[in-house]
């Protein structure tokens, strides 16, 4: 006489189909964190290209203007880096 075959999953099975949903989820939620900061990122450096670009330009429209433009330069390049070290100083440890 054949056995029959048991065709019910092992115990564990769900709780090990739970957990892996979990992961998936987890998973899931940190690669839209790490878009989301990859976009952040591309944003602050294409603003600091802005104001090199800015800086620049304060310097090739008028070569003659001399202190005054060296001032002006320097005010765009400080209101350029302001934001990036306020950010860095404010990244969290660990």
């Given at each position: 006489?054949?056995?029959?075959?048991?065709?019910?999953?092992?115990?564990?099975?769900?709780?090990?189909?739970?957990?892996?949903?979990?992961r998936?989820?987890?998973?899931?939620?940190?690669h839209?964190?790490?878009?989301?900061?990859?976009?952040?990122?591309?944003?602050?450096?294409?603003?600091?290209?802005?104001?090199?670009?800015e800086?620049?330009?304060?310097?090739?429209?008028?070569?003659?203007?001399?202190?005054?433009?060296?001032?002006?330069?320097?005010?765009?390049?400080?209101?350029?880096?302001?934001?990036?070290?306020?950010?860095?100083?404010?990244?969290?440890?660990?």
């Amino acid at each position: 006489m054949d056995r029959i075959r048991d065709t019910r999953r092992p115990p564990g099975v769900k709780q090990w189909k739970h957990e892996l949903e979990l992961r998936r989820s987890q998973i899931g939620r940190q690669h839209d964190h790490v878009i989301e900061r990859m976009r952040e990122d591309e944003t602050r450096l294409l603003e600091a290209l802005y104001c090199f670009a800015e800086s620049n330009h304060l310097r090739l429209a008028v070569p003659g203007r001399g202190a005054r433009s060296i001032q002006d330069r320097l005010a765009t390049l400080e209101h350029c880096l302001f934001p990036i070290v306020r950010r860095l100083n404010s990244l969290p440890t660990g």
